[in-house]
């Protein structure tokens, strides 16, 4: 029988406290009892559950047994047979678009700090701020060590203004833009579309025929960043976290 849970070794070293992940969208009271015993078997803290939004006893069940809806997942996608990014726009773009350097890190760091709050790690008031700040500062400095197999950015004046994330398709998922950050002086004069395009293109001469991004429910700005170059909604989800010590929502 397939575990019906997994232990997170990063997340539980990340915030010192044990995390697991219900590995099925579907919740039963079968389930739950399988899932309950795993959580006390494993001494988890925290437990991630990514359900099914359009299965309505999941959502019930997930309501009466403690877990707390922290964020509404979706994920959008483009296909990209025949998209060309015209070059004449890239002359006029509001950026010059370049590969990341290790000389940005530092910078990229500072965007990252505050640039996902609209995250389920700040949305749940049980992960301290400065730990959810520092995820996403890590997230980005790994990405240009090598998690990424692109990192983009924005440059003014020879100093990074925002990033965005790329990565190939692997056996285990598809393409996908991982990480979109812009430094908040420089929002909304159209970088992320500039930043998007780009890292379309970088998909294209990759021989990748379509790419996805998550962003969260309540990120509007985002989800009409995506629309504006394409993207069309393909999921949505609902992530729960259940606290068993320690925190309660």
């Not at 299965?55 to 009466?64: F, N, V, Y």
């Not at 992960?127 to 003014?156: H, M, N, R």
Request: hydrophobic share 35%; aromatic share 10%.
């Amino acid at each position: 029988m397939t575990e019906i849970c997994e232990l997170l070794p990063w997340d539980s070293e990340f915030f010192d406290f044990r995390i697991g992940r219900v590995t099925t969208p579907h919740l039963s009271t079968k389930i739950l009892r399988r899932i309950s015993a795993w959580c006390e078997e494993n001494h988890i803290e925290c437990l991630y559950f990514l359900a099914d939004s359009g299965h309505g006893e999941t959502t019930r069940l997930a309501e009466q047994n403690d877990f707390h809806l922290v964020d509404i997942r979706i994920t959008l996608q483009k296909n990209l047979d025949g998209w060309h990014h015209d070059e004449q726009e890239q002359l006029f773009a509001p950026a010059h678009i370049r590969p990341a350097r290790t000389s940005d890190i530092a910078t990229l760091r500072d965007i990252a700090k505050d640039n996902h709050t609209q995250s389920r790690f700040f949305y749940d008031p049980c992960f301290p701020i400065p730990l959810c700040q520092s995820l996403y500062q890590t997230w980005i400095e790994k990405s240009c060590q090598g998690y990424a197999d692109s990192v983009l950015v924005s440059d003014s004046a020879g100093e990074a203004t925002g990033y965005i994330t790329c990565h190939l398709p692997t056996s285990e998922s598809g393409a996908k833009i991982g990480l979109l950050g812009i430094e908040p002086a420089f929002q909304g004069q159209g970088i992320g579309q500039a930043l998007v395009n780009t890292a379309l293109s970088w998909f294209v001469m990759n021989q990748v025929s379509s790419v996805s991004v998550i962003t969260q429910g309540r990120n509007i700005s985002a989800q009409r960043l995506y629309q504006q170059c394409g993207f069309l909604t393909s999921e949505l989800q609902l992530w729960y976290h259940r606290w068993f010590a320690g925190c309660s929502i």
